[in-house]
């Protein structure tokens, strides 16, 4: 396969190599979890017991203590194989539990005590398997900078707030044990975007069974009502003004959601490997034997090795360069036009990686034939799952490229 991606750390290369044990498994249980619409809680077992769920927490406090972003991504990649579903929904729980190991080493860094062991408390618990942390943002008719949710102090409870709204797209929250959203907070000085931690126990906190979608459909992204779910108010985590970016938001959204284009990688990495297969096992009378022995599946083959190398160098190139950025930032914020420029490069990935995929499975489809069309077949469903990709925020095919145009002309992007 051209431009095979491979991690460059050890403990990336742990992560990597167990991700792909994983594979078979995961592919023998996809179609019937597909076809039923039904959250795979048999994954996320399989994702524990491989101690995957503990992938980035240091090795301290009990992970694998995975850093580099570059690998991350390949072991998204790896999963993505699997089964595109458990990719995308591990990748929010590792992006969460990535802000803890964050908050970890800025209390220890600043002498915290009382800060760090109340991350470290939760990142153990993540390495051991016992924690499952989904993340949610998205809402209806706004956007991530902009959350209607909105945290109320509650009269007659001191130093208790109250938030009411609406979480759409929840992706893994039926396995999640603790819910990371952004919230909005009405202060005396304008509004605030704050991040809560909601325990998926908390009365007022309701799941609506309502994902029934084209694909993904073992993700368990359904919808959630906030009805006076109770939090204390020092619990929620100011993040800056309520619409505006900030450097700690813009990379928080980056660490978090790069990654994310591994598991669309993975999918169409998957159809590939089908593609290929077809071509060698599936005959036709013209081909005297397999069609691989026809120019025009050669050319299409050929076509869509090229465009998956270049989907692999984009993510390659976009993890490296935030793998750099990190070190050279040395746990320092980034300024803000440098914040910027990570969330361009991962913008410029995203586009690459995300119309490449959709095009690998659909031509892959293509070398398969007729066949590929059909429910029971494996490419059917990627084609179903890899077009996922593009929707995921920020930012979508409609606001991508205004998005980088902005960063590059120096114009500072309002969201
Ligand atoms: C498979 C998948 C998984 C995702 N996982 C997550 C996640 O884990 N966390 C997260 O924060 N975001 C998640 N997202 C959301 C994603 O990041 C985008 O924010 C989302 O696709 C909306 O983007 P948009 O601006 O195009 O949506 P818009 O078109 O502006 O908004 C979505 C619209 O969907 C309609 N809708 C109605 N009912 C529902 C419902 N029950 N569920 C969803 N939509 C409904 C509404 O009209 C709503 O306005 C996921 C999206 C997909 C497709």
Known sequence: MPLELEPITAPGRAF???????????????????????????????????????????????GL??????????????????????????????????????????ARASGDTA??????????????????????????????????????????????????????????????????????????????????????????????????????????SQSFRLDGVRVPASSLQIAGAWGEWSPG????????????????????????????????????????????????VQHRVGELEITLAGCRAALATAGRALDERLEQAGGQPLSLEEAHAAMADYQAAKWIVNQGAIEVVSMAMDVAGGGAFMSGNPLSRLYRDVRAGPFMQPYTPTEAREYVGQVALGRSPKG
């Open 115 to 220: 800060g760090a062991e109340a991350a470290a408390g939760p990142l153990r618990a993540i390495a051991a398997g016992q924690l499952v942390i989904c993340a949610t943002a998205t809402e209806p008719g706004t956007d991530f900078l902009r959350p209607n949710t909105t945290a109320t102090p509650v009269e007659g409870e001191e130093g208790t707030v109250r938030l009411d709204g609406r979480k759409i797209f929840v992706t893994l929250s039926p396995a999640a044990q603790l819910f990371a959203m952004n919230v909005r907070v009405p202060t005396e000085d304008g509004d605030r975007i704050a991040f809560a931690f909601v325990p998926a126990s908390a009365p007022g906190l309701e799941p609506q069974d309502d994902w029934d979608a084209l694909g993904m459909r073992s993700s368990g």
């Open 16 to 62: 990597v190599e167990r991700a792909e044990a994983l594979v078979p498994t995961l592919r023998e249980r996809a179609a019937k979890a597909d076809r039923e619409g039904r959250f795979p809680h048999e994954n996320v077992a399989s994702l524990r017991e491989a101690g995957l769920l503990g992938a980035l927490v240091p090795e301290e406090l009990g």
């Open 249 to 296: 938001l813009l990379m928080g959204r980056t660490l978090a959601n790069q990654t994310l284009l591994g598991a669309f990688l993975g999918i169409a990495e998957h159809a590939a490997e089908l593609a290929r297969h077809a071509a060698n096992t599936q005959t036709k009378p013209k081909a005297q034997g397999p069609i691989a022995n026809l120019p025009g």
């Open 65 to 106: 203590g995975v850093t580099s972003v570059h690998d991350w991504g390949v072991a998204l990649a790896r999963l993505g194989r699997g089964e595109g579903s458990t990719a995308i929904a591990i990748n929010m729980h590792l992006g969460t539990s990535r802000a803890l190991v964050q908050r970890w080493h800025a």
